[in-house]
């Protein structure tokens, strides 16, 4: 079945240290995106890529990092620079990016600290 | 800057009851608006996505219609069973833009 895979579920961070969580697609789509929920709040959006080694900054990129060196995978870095992290993220795609096509999301990764 | 809300935050209703979840934007100039839903701690699922030219879509028990002069957008859902328990977000996008998504409306159906 094609999807999205998020990885993990439940993630801890300590202070100081950097944490990725993963995002893999098989749906063969061009764009996919980053969003944080807190409670009560929209999703917000952290970073996109429309296609493969390039990604662009969203509302609240600071603290956070990408990379998107295959076409299905876009994992996500939450650095110590990010103050705040404890959150739902999630992971989406769509066929392109800037179309506004159709949502597609993974099932998020809770990430607390420690 | 577009700014997308929901209101109410929450409802309750019981089983059976027709029910309206709405959601405001303040730009009306979009390209198309779509309506989620989501099951505590798991992703968004999409259930219709409505463009800008149309008036309204529908699926199965799920009607959305969309006023773009009045920068509304309802999602109509018929019949509610207590399996349509979720919060359902709304999200608008607007041209070449990304979409800005509402807090969302969280909806309990009592058996």
């Known amino acids: 079945d094609g999807g999205i895979t998020q990885s993990p579920k439940y993630l801890f961070r300590k202070e100081g240290q950097n944490v990725t969580l993963s995002c893999e697609q098989n749906?063969?789509?061009?764009?996919m995106y980053w969003y944080r929920q807190d409670p009560g709040q929209g999703l917000r959006l952290i970073y996109y890529?429309?296609?493969?080694?390039?990604?662009q900054k969203g509302d609240i990129a600071e603290g956070y990092s990408v990379s998107r060196e295959k076409k299905e995978s876009f994992p996500l870095t939450v650095t110590s620079a990010q103050k705040n992290p404890t959150a739902f993220y999630l992971c989406?795609?769509?066929?392109?990016?800037?179309?506004?096509?159709?949502?597609?999301f993974g099932s998020g990764t809770q990430l607390s600290v420690l | 800057k577009q700014e997308v809300t929901q209101i109410p935050a929450a409802l309750s209703v019981p089983e059976g009851e027709n029910l309206v979840l709405n959601c405001s934007f303040t730009?009306?100039?979009?390209?198309?608006l779509q309506w989620f839903r989501q099951d505590p701690g798991k992703g968004l699922t999409s259930l219709l996505l409505?463009?800008?030219?149309?008036r309204e879509q529908t699926s199965g028990r799920l009607n959305a219609s969309l006023d773009k002069s009045s920068g509304r957008s309802t999602l109509y859902i018929a019949a509610s069973q207590p399996g349509d328990s979720a919060t359902y977000l709304c999200?608008?996008?607007?041209?070449?833009?990304?979409?800005?998504f509402g807090p969302g409306t969280r909806l309990s159906v009592l058996p």
């Open positions: 409505i463009q800008s030219s149309q």
């Open positions: 989406a795609s769509s066929i392109e990016q800037g179309r506004n096509e159709k949502l597609f």
């Open positions: 999200a608008v996008g607007g041209y070449g833009q990304n979409f800005v």
């Open positions: 749906l063969n789509h061009d764009a």
């Open positions: 890529s429309q296609i493969v080694n390039d990604f």
């Open positions: 730009d009306s100039a979009i390209y198309n």
